[in-house]
């Protein structure tokens, strides 16, 4: 099947199943170069985001996700690849020439965004994780990108951890405002600083 | 094509409409009218709201009893995303609410388009209100097992199961040969339900207020229940021409339009204790700054079974003799 077809689909399909209202706060879409990060609590996560950016971003917006999940059978690699062109992480063996922050750094180039997940893996919604490193070096690497803090609402009724079915609730998309690493902040407290950003929307 | 009866109707429905939105777009026009914006604001999206209603349902009434039934199963599984969504339901019961979406309101619709009466009389309150629990307790978490259940089941019996009396409307076998007093009865029901909402809401602007339960909601008074209701009562006699309540029984239109907004009322007070108690004031978010499907539609969901049923009981008692 054409992809473009396909990946027009899947956006409304993700749309309809999500029943995704989306709200840009202190924040508007651009097509410069960012960082989307957001909580994850659902499999469902990724292309939700991706499904609620507009056409041209979305075109420019590259998921980061977990190799070993999205390798797995034809129809995940596909997807993968083809039509999320997303970016592949090896969450097993990292190894230092190849580390996930330079994979990032290349693979983005001077045009692509990126969408990540820093918790690393799915909660139970409860509660946003702590924030793996892997943002703090992609800032160092590249400090001119815009970090977009981004909350998913309530996908973890919809999909959650170990179910395969959906059921069809209404969630929330909230994008923020855009932050950067300041000169002199560790990497402790930068993380900290960008988990209350993610924290904050919620409030919203 | 229908008949001139049921085309006066829905021609009067979108004459009223378009005055309406002439009349806000007027008001919003002059700064000086001593209106609240937000009030105008929030008049204007009403009517917006109620012009899509009007063309979607006009367009299926055109199209037939399936299309209508259609639409008004997309209706109450909307409605069922926005009940579910605010209601907190637990990990345990994930599997039970995809049969819920999935299942039931798709069985319920189908049985109605198919006219089972036999079978979508009980198939939520008796077969899916027995059997929901059960696999509910085969996930293993009985933390909250009732309140759980029950709050699941209100979604069902308000947004699915009483909303699918309205296209069952369509369904009743009406005295006379005329094909579109069916949809005729349903554009009435639902033309007085929308109306009652917006006279009580009309007579609650009165300077005088008593508000009947201030705890859970301030804008429902006395003056708006009684002005609004009394106001549709004799909307609703004066449109006996367009009901199956003719001859002498015009009288019968007057008093299910006087059901009908009490009904709405019940709904409306009923949806505003659960929107308090969980801390919201508008049910979804279908678009932007609007409140939700469910805060527009309850009204109907409320008065759609009781207004079947009377309507029902009506012909099997007195309807028999009567001639349309």
Not at chain 1, 162 to 183: Q, R
Not at chain 2, 206 to 227: A, C, D, F, Q
Request: proline share 5%; hydrophobic share 50%.
């Amino acid at each position: 099947m054409d992809t473009n077809l396909l990946r027009n689909i899947l956006v409304l399909m993700a749309r309809f199943l999500s029943g995704t209202s989306i709200r840009w706060i202190d924040s508007q879409p651009d097509t410069c170069q960012r960082v989307y990060f957001a909580n994850h609590t659902s499999h469902l996560d990724g292309i939700v985001l991706w499904s609620a950016l507009p056409q041209d971003v979305r075109m420019l917006t590259r998921p980061v996700a977990a190799k070993d999940y999205w390798t797995a059978g034809p129809v995940r690699r596909y997807l993968s690849s083809r039509v999320f062109n997303a970016i592949l992480i090896d969450r097993k063996e990292i190894k230092v020439h190849r580390s996930p922050v330079q994979m990032m750094v290349r693979e983005m180039g001077d045009q692509y965004s990126l969408i990540v997940f820093p918790e690393g893996s799915r909660s139970d919604g409860s509660e946003i994780r702590e924030f793996k490193s892997g943002l703090y070096y992609l800032c160092k690497k590249r400090p001119d990108l815009e970090l977009i803090p981004v909350h998913i609402d309530n996908m973890n009724r919809i999909l959650p951890r170990g179910e395969v079915l959906p059921v069809p609730l209404l969630s929330c998309i909230t994008f923020g405002p855009p932050l950067w690493l300041e000169a002199n902040e560790t990497k402790a407290q930068f993380l900290e600083r960008a988990r209350s950003a993610v924290r904050r929307l919620k409030e919203i | 094509m229908p008949d001139a009866r049921t085309l006066a109707l829905l021609g009067g429905v979108l004459l009223l409409l378009a005055a309406a939105a002439g009349a806000v777009r007027f008001l919003r026009s002059r700064t000086d009218s001593g209106l609240d914006a937000a009030v105008l604001q929030t008049l204007g999206h009403r009517v917006r709201f109620w012009f899509l209603l009007f063309l979607v349902l006009a367009g299926a009434f055109l199209l037939g009893r399936t299309a209508t039934t259609v639409m008004f199963g997309l209706l109450a599984f909307w409605a069922l995303r926005e009940f579910i969504t605010l209601t907190p339901t637990r990990p345990g019961d994930h599997r039970t609410l995809f049969w819920v979406f999935f299942l039931i309101p798709l069985l319920q619709f189908v049985l109605v388009g198919l006219d089972c009466y036999e079978l979508y009389s009980i198939l939520i309150p008796v077969f899916a209100f027995l059997l929901l629990p059960a696999h509910i307790a085969l996930a293993g978490d009985y933390k909250r097992f009732l309140e759980r259940t029950a709050k699941i089941e209100a979604g069902l019996l308000i947004c699915v199961y009483s909303l699918s009396f309205a296209p069952a409307m369509l369904t009743l076998s009406l005295p006379g040969e005329d094909p579109y007093a069916g949809t005729r009865l349903l554009l009435f029901f639902l033309l007085i339900a929308q109306l009652g909402d917006a006279m009580q809401y009309a007579w609650a602007q009165l300077p005088s207020k008593h508000v009947i339960v201030p705890t859970i909601n301030p804008h429902r008074t006395w003056e708006g229940l009684l002005g609004g209701a009394g106001t549709v009562t004799l909307l609703g006699a004066a449109l006996w021409w367009a009901t199956p309540f003719s001859g002498h029984w015009w009288w019968m239109a007057g008093v299910m339009a006087l059901v009908t907004a009490l009904m709405g009322f019940a709904g409306a007070i009923t949806m505003s204790a659960i929107k308090r108690d969980r801390g919201v004031k508008d049910y979804g978010t279908l678009v932007e700054g609007h409140g939700g499907l469910l805060d527009r539609i309850d009204s109907i969901c409320f008065a759609a079974p009781v207004f079947f049923f009377l309507t029902k009981f009506w012909l099997a008692w007195f309807g028999a003799g009567q001639t349309g």
